[in-house]
């Protein structure tokens, strides 16, 4: 008897993990746990994929510490993760078939070739007499049932919002962990296409740059949660008024592990609702319902979450296509010796440099600073937002394909409800508003770790004696600013000015 021939009932059905790299609160496992097959849990790594785009080297960094840690929760209930790489469509259905799968489930992805593939592998499967079943496992709300009046995909975040939450919305209760797993034994080579998670090669070694990557993070569903707890415990209740302040470590850093499904946002949602009737039950928050108070405040930033999934769903490859069309004219400057300092963190502006190391040392940075390092590039140096957000994908571990690109087209100018282009960040007055006593500045450019306050964010404004005292060399042991802001500011003003006026010619 072939695989094929087994009773129906005896055939596997196959649990597709994506982006949802966890057991709890995964509508994909739940169901086919449902239906009482023995199941096939797998991954598919492509690492140059033909639609979509290819994980940058932080990603890959966490991807796998986040299979191993999925593959030991597996093991736990006696089973593991079966990985395959090579092309999604053929690894995907060849494995299915050749293991006689009764049914495939996954849950959904968004951005337009993700889609496409998958409208494709489901047909070819469905083809071949195996069942398809597809579930929402990242999103509060779906893209397509949140629209305008008109029907119509929304481009402003305050209407898309109050749209996604009206009618009182709740999303779906989020599904416990299974407390059983029966697995369908699988030959140690169904297919080609089957490998281990070291063949994958998703690690750095020559050299190996991700030493602090595994000094900042843990990875995995059991890390996601801890990182929650943690969060709404000590530091929500103080969101709204410390949020932008990046030494004081007062966000969420959930980004990872929601990019790569170690949690899900409706697991977010339910642990902050429940958060919030703590506090109100123990008074111990005044305003927790207001407004600007951290409820609303956190939740909205989740809502930004969803928003540039909207836009993902609806709209031209964020990372590829600018959303105001007018902005294909702009006069970007070819400078890769600028590029390549702001990279690095050498642009002779401390904020944005802190930012820039912070990210090549943590593969994280905090999002003022990610806003303010964002304008410096496509403003003050106009250098192309699309190199920008190239360097960000690679070098971020929460690199996410919507929010991502979204987010630079907001500060660039050229995004939905962007913000306006004359909103120039000026990075020293940014950094003495965020960091005013120069903790986070001095921890990541530690040449300026003598310099006091009033000096430490604009060494070339100390005096001669104040630099000689910290140490400081200006042009040798830290660079003189690459630009200067009142020219700089100046000069993209004209650029989008010049812009305006040719789209209205």
């Known amino acids: 008897m072939t695989r094929s021939d087994l009773p129906h009932e005896a055939r596997p059905v196959v649990v597709w993990f994506r982006d949802d790299q966890r057991l709890a609160d995964n509508p994909a496992l739940t169901h086919a746990l449902d239906t009482g097959h023995p199941v096939v849990c797998v991954y598919v790594h492509d690492a140059a994929p033909k639609h979509g785009r290819a994980m940058g080297g932080a990603q890959r960094w966490w991807l ?43 849950n959904r992805r968004y951005a337009k070739a993700q889609t496409g593939t998958d409208a494709s592998i489901k047909r070819d499967l469905i083809d071949r007499g195996i069942a398809v079943s597809t579930f929402n496992g990242h999103l509060l709300r779906e893209p397509w049932t949140v629209t305008t009046r008109e029907g119509l995909p929304f481009q402003v975040f305050s209407a898309y919002w109050r749209a996604a939450r009206r009618d009182d919305f709740f999303p779906p209760v989020p599904l416990p962990a299974p407390s059983h797993i029966r697995f369908f034994p699988v030959p140690a080579h169904a297919t080609p296409h089957v490998c281990t998670l070291r063949e994958l090669e998703l690690q750095p070694s020559a050299p190996d740059w991700a030493g602090g990557l595994r000094e900042t993070w843990q990875c995995g ?24 302040f990046p030494a004081a470590r007062a966000t969420s850093r959930l980004s990872p592990y929601l990019r790569f499904g170690n949690i899900s946002v409706r697991q977010v949602w339910y642990a902050t609702l429940s958060a919030a009737d ?32 909207h836009l993902l769903y609806h709209f031209a490859p964020l990372h590829q296509v600018n959303f105001r069309r007018q902005f294909d004219s702009m006069p970007w400057r070819d400078d890769a010796k600028s590029l390549r300092k702001w990279q690095t963190g050498r642009t002779g502006y401390p904020l944005v ?83 005013p006593h120069g903790d986070y500045t ?50 993209a003003l004209e650029s989008v000015k010049r812009l305006d006026s040719e789209s209205h010619a």
């Open 64 to 106: 796998h510490e986040s299979l191993s840690k999925l593959d030991d929760a597996l093991a736990a209930h006696g089973g593991s993760l079966i990985l395959l790489r090579g092309n999604e469509h053929e690894a995907i259905t060849g494995f299915a078939a050749a293991i006689g799968a009764a049914m495939v489930v996954w």
């Open 442 to 491: 001095r921890r990541w450019v530690p040449e300026l770790a003598q310099l006091s306050a009033d000096t430490v964010h604009a060494p070339w404004a100390a005096s001669r004696e104040q630099l000689q005292r910290a140490s400081v060399t200006l042009g040798r042991s830290y660079p003189m600013p690459i630009v200067d802001h009142q020219c700089a500011r100046a000069r």
């Open 221 to 244: 569903e059991q890390a996601a949660s801890d990182q929650l707890e943690a969060f709404l415990e000590n530091s929500l209740s103080d969101y709204p008024t410390l949020r932008d």
């Open 278 to 309: 703590a506090m109100r039950s123990a008074h111990t928050v005044r305003g927790i319902d207001s407004k600007d108070g951290p409820l609303n405040k956190f939740l909205s930033e989740i809502g930004w979450r969803e928003f540039s999934y």
């Open 353 to 435: 440099d802190a930012g820039m190391r912070e990210l090549w040392h943590t593969g994280w940075m905090h999002n003022r600073v990610r806003m303010v390092a964002a304008s410096f590039l496509s403003k003050h140096l106009l250098i192309d937002w699309r190199q920008g957000e190239a360097w960000f994908w690679d070098t971020l571990v929460d690199a996410d394909e919507a929010s991502n690109p979204a987010s630079w087209q907001w500060v660039s100018g050229s995004g939905a409800d962007a913000a306006p282009y004359f909103r120039i960040f000026n990075p020293v007055l940014q950094a003495q508003k965020f960091d």
